[in-house]
């Protein structure tokens, strides 16, 4: 087991949706501007995660919430459904009302979810969650 997370990016992705960073263990996520995110729209961004990780590699993901977005929380369901190695679910919010809206879409979770008020502090418990495992 590696006593460290590696935190050097693999690959950015620009898509319709947002804007997707991928590293070795873990997926941070930036929601463009007012847009709708779904399990429909998130499909492309799924598959580059299946890509990425397979179904074997563990990964967190990390939905860095910078911009104003709606998004559907039953589409946790699914995607926990098709990645059997996602290991948990961190929310960065930067006011009151989204870290009220990342509290209520917990319950929808049936992995490891937290929130932060910091990237770093995300990344910091992704490195817990997967060097414990």
Request: proline fraction near 3%; aromatic fraction near 16%.
């Amino acid at each position: 087991m590696a006593s460290k997370l590696n935190r050097i990016l693999i690959k950015k992705y620009d898509l319709e949706v947002g804007t997707f960073y991928f590293y070795e263990n873990f997926i941070v996520s930036e929601a463009k501007e007012n847009v709708a995110v779904s399990f429909e729209s998130a499909q492309e961004m799924l598959a580059l995660a299946k890509m990425h990780f397979g179904k074997l590699t563990p990964f967190v993901y990390i939905s860095n919430r910078i911009n104003s977005y709606s998004f559907n929380p039953t589409a946790h369901f699914k995607t926990t459904a098709m990645f059997p190695n996602l290991k948990g679910y961190a929310v960065v919010v930067y006011d009151k009302m989204n870290r009220e809206i990342a509290e209520m879409e917990q319950s929808f979770f049936t992995i490891p979810a937290n929130i932060f008020n910091s990237l770093e502090n995300a990344i910091n418990w992704v490195e817990k969650l997967i060097l414990a495992d």
